[in-house]
């Protein structure tokens, strides 16, 4: 199982940027594909975006061009690169490491954008 740690969130805003770190404990972590997550107050967990092992990526049609998502194997570490942040962006953003059928959690970190 992968143990997952989430940082970088914060209070933004409209139009600033943040860089959401995610740091993974375990040996399989270049063997999972690792997502961002997010879920705003009363609303369901949406994807944000996926990094598979290889590298290949997508996002959500309503973060494309603004957010990107990058993994450092070496460092057993991904990142959400966040610019232009919007209100609507606000959430609390969760990491997510899928290998195979399993599913590893991070605890979650609020990204706050004010208008």
């Known amino acids: 199982q992968v143990q997952l740690v989430e940082s970088g969130g914060g209070l933004v805003q409209a139009g600033g940027s943040l860089r959401l770190s995610c740091a993974a404990s375990g040996s399989i972590f270049s063997m999972c594909t690792m997502g961002w997550y997010r879920q705003a107050p009363g609303q369901q967990r949406e994807l944000v975006a996926v990094i598979t092992p290889g590298g290949s990526t997508n996002y959500a049609d309503s973060v494309k061009g603004r957010f990107t998502i990058s993994r450092d194997n070496a460092k057993n570490t991904v990142y959400l690169q966040m610019i232009s942040l919007q209100p609507e962006d606000t959430a609390v953003y969760y990491c997510?490491?899928?290998?195979?059928?399993?599913?590893?959690w991070g605890q979650g970190t609020q990204v706050t954008v004010s208008s």
């Open positions: 997510n490491a899928q290998y195979w059928s399993h599913a590893s």
